[in-house]
């Protein structure tokens, strides 16, 4: 099983700054077959990122993702106060065990 | 629009069962796979099962095996779980989430809150 390591646990910023966020796999993922998913506070989870670095439709440019092998970063570019969330990211290139990373929580100050 | 809507959650004792249902709209259920994720009180999530669009493979994560039964019914658009000898550690919002053509989640229902306490 593909263990997926993220970090930091929590990110507090400022509305307009940069957030990275980090997952780091415990081998390779291949196909570069990473997600992230978005979730807010008493809602479900939201597909925001798949393929490493494709987005979802309707996600604003503001997100972006990037890697590849065992490193990969989500980054949204610009915070808002509506990006207060924990973002998951998820491996799918080792069937059939699909697994999540713990989660970053993004505070905004 | 894609709709799915989970239903069948409550308060069961360690020991007991409980069936979970999922009514899925807006896409033609029949041609996706799906899934159920599991989130226990302010943790992370867990991918609990996996079937096919026809039915014909399915796959638990350990820590279910044995105990719980995914299942669907493509004419009445609905995904399953049924639950048995339920643990403490299966507390969690169970959500029924759809694979896009690639096995990544792309729609997610609102949840379901299973409670197991005596």
């Known amino acids: 099983e593909i263990v997926l390591t993220q970090s930091p646990g929590t990110l507090s910023l400022s509305p307009g700054e940069r957030a990275t966020l980090s997952c780091r796999a415990s081998?390779?993922?291949?196909?570069?077959?990473l997600a992230w998913y978005q979730q807010k506070p008493g809602q479900a989870p939201r597909l925001l990122i798949y393929?490493?670095?494709s987005r979802a439709t309707g996600i604003p440019d503001r997100f972006s993702g990037s890697g590849s092998g065992t490193d990969f970063t989500l980054t949204i570019s610009r915070l808002e106060p509506e990006d207060l969330a924990v973002y998951y990211c998820?491996?799918?290139?080792?069937?059939?065990?699909?697994?999540f990373g713990q989660g970053t929580k993004v505070e905004i100050k | 629009e894609v709709q799915l809507v989970e239903s069948g959650g409550g308060l069961v004792q360690p020991g007991g069962s409980l069936r979970l249902s999922c009514a899925a709209s807006?896409?033609?259920?029949?041609?996706?796979?799906m899934n159920w994720v599991r989130q226990a009180p302010g943790k992370g999530l867990e991918w609990v099962s996996y079937?096919?669009?026809?039915?014909?493979?399915?796959f638990y994560a350990d820590s279910v095996r044995g105990r719980f039964t995914i299942s669907r019914d493509n004419a009445k658009n609905s995904l399953y779980l049924q639950m048995n000898s339920l643990r403490t550690e299966d507390t969690a919002i169970y959500y029924c989430?759809?694979?896009?053509?690639?096995?990544?989640?792309?729609?997610w229902g609102q949840g379901s809150l299973v409670i197991v306490s005596s």
């Open positions: 807006g896409f033609t259920f029949s041609t996706y796979e």
């Open positions: 998820q491996q799918y290139g080792s069937a059939p065990s699909w697994t």
């Open positions: 989430a759809r694979f896009s053509r690639l096995p990544f989640f792309d729609y």
């Open positions: 079937i096919s669009h026809s039915g014909s493979a399915i």
């Open positions: 081998q390779s993922v291949s196909s570069n077959s």
């Open positions: 393929g490493a670095s």
